[in-house]
């Protein structure tokens, strides 16, 4: 994510990297786990620091040197929270020549933040006179832009607290020998490039499942549409030399002091050729001993909309929790 450069010294980039302190920004919808990851994190050894002001974190950083790794809560709810301010944030530290900041975002369902909200019989901050839903959409729309640029994506609608602190140990244990995360994603070059994607291989030169009509409500997760896009006779060549280039530089951006890659596949819709790669890619690499997080743009997005939809039928307006 960072690489520090200084100048008449072309030697020092790495050990300046490697120096770096990690630096773990956590957000995401009331609901999502995000107090809970706080404290696993804080068990991991990081020293946490939930809901601090965006204005107080320069002063922190600028403060006495810290041994341990930092990770902030970010909430929606404070009073000078923004998304503006939270990207204009990582920008800033990613400048920072002591800091290598990673964005830890907490996403759950709509259906599933609902649930939950009424069965602890808490009103969502942000829902005023309306529903449930109307403030949980209204704080996803807010944290959108953050979303966007978060290093590692950790849905929660079907985890327990303990599977919660399983998956964050393998992303955040920072005392284990390796640390580089990888994010593998798909996307629509039709709704544009993700940002802060390290490698990017675009995928629209293999069949595409879209024009089967048994395999176009499907997506890359089907068992037939991975097979359809693998009988492409380009593809076996096309998977084995992105996955060699990949498992061969990963050890070297671990030697650099990085601490997080981003590799994205994109294809014309964002379903099915995209989607099969970068699942069968996150396997490989999973399997080669790498901590992966996975995810779909598109099918995030199709779902949320999907949602939001199912829970406004099935919702009464002004429901209190």
């Known amino acids: 994510?960072?690489?520090?450069?200084?100048?008449?010294?072309?030697?020092?980039?790495?050990?300046?990297?490697?120096?770096?302190?990690?630096?773990?920004?956590?957000?995401?919808?009331?609901?999502?786990?995000?107090?809970?990851?706080?404290?696993?994190?804080?068990?991991?050894?990081?020293?946490?620091?939930?809901?601090?002001?965006?204005?107080?974190?320069?002063?922190?950083?600028?403060?006495?040197?810290?041994?341990?790794?930092?990770?902030?809560?970010?909430?929606?709810?404070?009073?000078?929270?923004?998304?503006?301010?939270?990207?204009?944030?990582?920008?800033?530290?990613?400048?920072?020549?002591?800091?290598?900041?990673?964005?830890?975002?907490?996403?759950?369902?709509?259906?599933?933040?609902?649930?939950?909200?009424?069965?602890?019989?808490?009103?969502?901050?942000?829902?005023?006179?309306?529903?449930?839903?109307?403030?949980?959409?209204?704080?996803?729309?807010?944290?959108?832009?953050?979303?966007?640029?978060?290093?590692?994506?950790?849905?929660?609608?079907e985890m327990s607290p303990h599977d919660l602190k399983a998956e964050l140990a393998r992303f955040f244990e920072y005392d284990q020998d390796q640390r580089l995360t990888v994010s593998v994603q798909s996307f629509s070059y039709k709704r544009g490039v993700p940002r802060g994607i390290d490698m990017m291989f675009d995928c629209r030169f293999l069949a595409n499942p879209h024009w089967e009509p048994e395999l176009r409500v499907k997506d890359g997760r089907d068992v037939p549409v991975r097979d359809y896009v693998q009988n492409d006779p380009r593809y076996a060549e096309f998977f084995a030399r992105i996955r060699d280039l990949i498992l061969f530089v990963l050890p070297a951006h671990l030697a650099e002091g990085k601490t997080h890659l981003a590799i994205g596949f994109g294809c014309t819709g964002g379903q099915h050729r995209s989607v099969t790669l970068a699942e069968i890619m996150s396997d490989a690499l999973a399997e080669q001993g790498w901590p992966v997080s996975l995810r779909h743009r598109e099918l995030e997005r199709r779902s949320n909309e999907a949602a939001k939809l199912s829970v406004s039928t099935s919702t009464p307006q002004g429901t209190q929790t």
Do not use: W
């Open 1 to 157: 994510m960072y690489e520090t450069m200084i100048a008449n010294e072309p030697a020092a980039p790495k050990a300046a990297d490697a120096a770096q302190k990690r630096l773990v920004l956590v957000t995401g919808p009331s609901g999502a786990g995000r107090s809970t990851a706080i404290n696993v994190l804080e068990d991991l050894g990081y020293e946490a620091i939930d809901n601090l002001p965006l204005s107080l974190v320069p002063r922190l950083l600028d403060g006495p040197a810290r041994p341990a790794p930092l990770a902030l809560g970010l909430d929606v709810r404070n009073r000078d929270f923004s998304a503006s301010a939270v990207i204009e944030l990582i920008d800033r530290l990613t400048r920072h020549p002591e800091y290598a900041p990673e964005v830890l975002y907490l996403d759950c369902d709509s259906t599933v933040l609902v649930r939950r909200y009424n069965e602890t019989r808490r009103r969502h901050p942000m829902a005023g006179a309306g529903s449930p839903l109307d403030g949980i959409q209204a704080e996803k729309d807010i944290l959108a832009p953050i979303k966007v640029r978060a290093d590692v994506l950790v849905n929660t609608s």
